[in-house]
């Protein structure tokens, strides 16, 4: 598969590029930035052209798929007109500015029967998939909660997209909530129906909210809470994860982020008759680690093998478009903002 990226800078450079450069069927040939210097830094970097305007490059190298890497803002024109040269798209995360757009860039694809894909890449993090196996053979008996906890720092910066509505489409939800949702989703496999929620703005005196919290109930009637924030200190953070269920838990730590780190803690615990003494230590929990494995690379892999088998899966482009509902959801709660 051939690939050109639009936004070679920030991400693109980070983890994707070299995602695509560890996947044997996977070639980089052409790389695009707003930026010149970024745009010759990186194509020199990985020996392709570089460019600074999509249409030019896409109508100069012959490619097969496209890499979209930029601010939010950008989404959806970039991945309109890589359809309009009829390139598969793997865009970042989150899809668009909001649910409207997104949902209308899936059916353009859909439509055009190319595929599309959205950077949600924690979902293959071994730890999510043993987590996500345990819910599914019962080990967790009948799941009754999930949380998931993810922050960073992310201090004022002059000029940040993130940091402004009208680039980013919002603040700590839009960026780091987003993750949170797809993955609880795809752990429990069922969507959000309901939510309530709190944006902040506690420490930071930017545009968009610096923390948000939420409480959910799903299809089925499962209760849980996110909360994402930009204003913790990475190391004070413990970006956590959690599922519990009448038979048990599974804790996951260290596992919400870029890389296949982390641990994750099952603990199998049936209880039957009511016992006063609530004993917490019965059971012992099991644990497993993260393998370290490219998610980026896992995530390219599947994208390519999708486009090679002829079959383009808009299941999990669709869910992301689920996912920005519930963000739009949550803004309206927060009009504010
Ligand atoms: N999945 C993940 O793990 C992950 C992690 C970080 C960022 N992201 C997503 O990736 C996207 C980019 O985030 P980032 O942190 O890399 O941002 P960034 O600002 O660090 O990098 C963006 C790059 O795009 C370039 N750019 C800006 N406007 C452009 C335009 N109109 N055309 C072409 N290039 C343009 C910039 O010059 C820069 O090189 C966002 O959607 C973000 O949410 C995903």
Known sequence: MKWCIIG???IADRRAIPGILKDDGSRLVAVMDRIVETAETVG?????PYFTDEADMLSSVDCDAVYIGTPVFCHY??????LRFGKHVFLEKPVAMNAEQSDLLVREFEKAGKQLTIGYMMKYHNLHEKAKELVQM???GKVCEARAQFTCWYPEIAGAWRQKKA???GGALMDLGVHCIELLEFLLD???????GFCANRTFSYEVEDGAVFAFRTESGILGHVDVHFNVPDAASESKLELYGSSGCVICKGTLGQEETGVLTYLYAPQGEYSAQQNRTAAKPREYYGENVDLYCK???RFRET???GAPDYFYAKRAVQVQKVVDELYKQNEKI
């Open 77 to 82: 024109e970039q991945a309109m007109t890589a």
């Open 44 to 48: 020199r970097k990985y020996g392709v």
């Open 307 to 309: 486009v090679e088998s």
């Open 138 to 140: 019962g080990g967790l």
């Open 8 to 10: 070679a800078g920030g």
């Open 167 to 169: 680039l980013g489409g």
């Open 190 to 196: 069922e969507e959000i129906q309901e939510v309530k």
């Open 299 to 301: 995530q390219i892999q």
